[in-house]
Nanobody, 127 residues
Framework: QVQLVESGGGSVQAGGSLRLSCAAS??????????MAWFRQAPGKEREGVAV????????YYADSVKGRFTISREHAKNTLYLQMNTLKPEDPAMYYC??????????????????WGQGTQVTVSS
């Protein structure tokens, strides 16, 4: 397992942008060895996969609801995963979590496929 710490959440107006960060413990392997994903959970709803970057080459997938608006990326030098969120909509507010696994999760949006989770960072969108 790897320790993950999210940051960057906050409140933004609809149409605005936020960038979430997920820092992996410096005592772990490089994040390139892990498949890492962002999930979100809104009140009263199930946790859903937002985006994933697979271990190794960095293949990415996105939920249909965020395609073209969100970008997942990683910075190896800082051992950090990012989620750039643009054109935020009223349906995007949630607690956002990053997750990691030393494996190739299939399907990528299956919550149980990941064994390391951060504590979450809250995103609020005002109209």
């Amino acid at each position: 397992q790897v320790q993950l710490v999210e940051s960057g959440g906050g409140s933004v107006q609809a149409g605005g942008s936020l960038r979430l960060s997920c820092a992996a413990s410096r005592y772990t392997l490089s994040i390139s060895h892990y498949s890492m994903a962002w999930f979100r959970q809104a009140p009263g709803k199930e946790r859903e996969g937002v985006a994933v970057v697979y271990q190794g080459g960095g293949l990415t997938y996105y939920a249909d609801s965020v395609k073209g608006r969100f970008t997942i990326s990683r910075e190896h030098a800082k051992n950090t995963l990012y989620l750039q969120m643009n054109t935020l909509k009223p349906e995007d507010p949630a607690m956002y979590y990053c997750a990691a696994v030393f494996d190739w999760p299939s399907p990528w949006y299956k919550e149980l496929a990941y064994n390391s989770w951060g504590q979450g960072t809250q995103v609020t969108v005002s109209s």
